[in-house]
Every structure is written in structure tokens, then in C-alpha cells.
């Protein structure tokens, strides 16, 4: 089974602040996707980072493949309070039939 | 939005009885994929499937079975439900190197 821990489980911060995001593994993965998922909904694909090293902006997020395609970062300057959510990164095994696996989230807070 | 649908959406039952969950698309998609999400633990593989009969199981399939007969619906069933089985479900749909699409989940209580 191919493991991603997620880091901070929980992060609560001031609207305007910086965060970093960390999804670490020590599988490698030929793709690594983030979502975020709002209550009572489902997940939403935000990225997909494929390339070892990749850095992919979506506007005040910045997202970072590792250069060994083992972890990830996504990085949110200035957070606004509709940035609140759970984020999940998901890794996308080399094998054809490998399952999606997600990790546990990071539940974000940004208090205006 | 993506064509996967849940149902139920909502379900409460007793425990010892059977459940089944069914996710439905029209997006024609090879790969689909039963979760459970609970507080403290993200979203965990029940079973998931990549092909018409071709199924396998994932971290926590205990407890639980699947079938998938046509390429549009994947039936998740509970056998006997516990209280432990208490979760929201969600459905995700997928094709080869694509992002997942997943259902507005199903919320279900034992009771």
C-alpha cells in the first residue's frame, strides 16, 4: 500500500497570512493530484503535477512536485476565508490499475 | 458537473441488516472507486473497480463486497451492518491518467 502523509492535519490562520501544505510518501508516484473538498460535498480536482521538480501556479496557489516524485507542497499566499476547506492529496500509482490513494487532509481555517 | 450520481443520499438502519449503495455514471468511465470518509482519517479505499467484473480490494474492505455487471454502475453492499460501519461514502469515477469525479456522497448511520 502506497502511504501519503499529509501535514498540518489542522491549520487555522489570519486572513492575509502565507501557508505551506506537505504531502510526503516514500513511494514514488508517476502523478500526484491535490483537491479540496468543501462540507457536504465531494472532492474537486485543484492540480496535477506529473513531472519530478514541476511547479504549477492557480492564481494564489502554488503547487510543487517533488524532483524524486515522492512529495508535494501546495502553497497558498495571502488566504482569503473562501480558501477554508479540507486539501487531499492523492497519488497516482505507475501501475495501470493502481488504485487512487488519497491522505488524511489538511483542514484549513482563515479567519477574517 | 461530472455524470455520477449516489443513492441514497441519506440512509439510517439497523444494525445486522444488509445496505446497499449504488454509484451510477454516464461518462463512461474504466475505473471506479468506492471511499469512506471519517473524521481523523481522509478517505479510505473500500474496493474499487477497473473494469466490467474486474474488481479488487482496497485498505478497509472488510465488512464490505462489490459488483459491477455494466461499466455505468458500481454497487457497494454491506452485508451485515455494524455500528463501526457508520461513514459517509463517496463514489469516484476516473479515467486512465485523468482526474477523479466524485458522487455528493451518501451519509449512512447504524443504528
Known amino acids: 500500500t502506497q502511504l501519503l502523509e499529509q501535514s498540518p492535519q489542522f491549520l487555522s490562520i489570519q486572513e492575509g497570512e502565507n501557508l505551506t501544505v506537505y504531502c510526503n510518501s516514500s513511494?514514488?508516484?508517476?502523478?500526484l493530484q491535490w483537491y479540496r473538498q468543501e462540507p457536504g460535498e465531494g472532492p474537486v480536482l485543484l492540480v496535477t503535477?506529473?513531472?519530478?521538480?514541476e511547479v504549477k501556479k492557480l492564481k494564489r496557489l502554488t503547487f510543487q512536485f517533488g524532483d524524486a516524485r515522492k512529495d508535494s507542497s501546495l502553497h497558498i499566499t495571502a488566504a482569503q476565508p473562501g480558501d477554508t476547506g479540507l486539501y487531499l492529496c492523492?497519488?497516482?500509482?505507475?501501475?495501470?490499475?493502481?488504485?487512487?490513494?488519497f491522505g488524511k487532509g489538511t483542514r484549513l481555517s482563515v479567519i477574517a | 458537473d461530472a455524470g455520477i450520481t449516489q443513492s441514497p443520499r441519506h440512509k439510517v438502519t439497523e444494525t445486522g441488516t444488509p445496505v446497499t449503495l449504488r454509484c451510477h455514471q454516464t461518462?463512461?468511465?474504466?475505473?471506479m472507486y468506492w471511499y469512506r470518509q471519517d473524521p481523523g482519517h481522509g478517505l479510505r479505499l473500500i474496493h474499487y473497480?477497473?473494469?466490467?467484473?474486474?474488481?479488487d480490494k482496497g485498505e478497509v474492505s472488510d465488512g464490505y463486497s462489490v459488483s459491477r455487471s455494466k461499466t455505468e454502475d458500481f454497487l457497494l453492499t454491506l452485508e451485515s451492518a455494524t455500528s463501526s460501519q457508520t461513514s459517509v461514502y463517496f463514489c469516484?469515477?476516473?479515467?486512465?491518467?485523468?482526474?477523479?469525479?466524485f458522487g455528493q456522497g451518501t451519509r449512512l448511520t447504524v443504528v
Open positions: 513511494s514514488v508516484f508517476s502523478s
Open positions: 473497480s477497473y473494469g466490467v467484473k474486474d474488481t
Open positions: 503535477v506529473v513531472t519530478g521538480g
Open positions: 469516484a469515477i476516473r479515467a486512465l491518467n485523468t482526474e477523479a469525479f
Open positions: 492523492a497519488g497516482v500509482g505507475a501501475s495501470r490499475n493502481t488504485p487512487l490513494v
Open positions: 461518462e463512461n468511465h474504466r475505473y
